[in-house]
């Protein structure tokens, strides 16, 4: 793309580069609250996960997480070894596998602090705007898997 063309935009004023700034910025803010508790960010968001569910299909887990195998397996041997959750085979389909959360997973939970707080005020953010930016995020997604 020239700088004649009716869409050129320096790279400040995209919104790909806006985003994935913006991404880095603020997964880096949970940084210092998920140390304490030697998780980073990707095996934060898998644990939210099952703390949410307790138990999940590794499929359904990839989809919700946006993560395909090759990235999802590794993060997950890495949780099972810490004794966090287990893999176990499902019993209705013995091809697929389900993600248990444990006891010592449940009680990480109880110990986290309020994260979505913290990041709102890493962010100087009210909570209200942070769920209009994160709905207009969603949909911008969803207009993305439409074509």
Request: aromatic content about 8%.
């Amino acid at each position: 793309m020239k700088k004649t063309d009716k869409y050129w935009q320096p790279l400040n004023e995209q919104l790909g580069f806006a985003l994935y700034v913006c991404s880095k910025e603020i997964i880096k803010s949970y940084k210092p609250h998920l140390d304490p508790y030697n998780l980073t960010y990707t095996q934060y968001i898998a644990m939210q996960v099952l703390w949410e569910n307790e138990i999940i299909s590794f499929k359904d887990m990839g989809n919700i997480l946006h993560l395909d195998s090759g990235t999802l397996t590794p993060l997950i041997k890495r949780l099972e070894k810490r004794g966090l959750l287990r893999r176990v085979t499902n019993s209705e389909d013995e091809r697929s596998i389900d993600i248990e959360l444990l006891p010592a997973g449940k009680e990480l939970y109880d110990k986290l602090p309020p994260l979505t707080e913290r990041i709102m005020e890493n962010c100087n953010s009210t909570f209200d705007e942070t769920n209009t930016l994160r709905d207009q995020l969603w949909a911008l997604l969803e207009k993305i898997h439409r074509n």
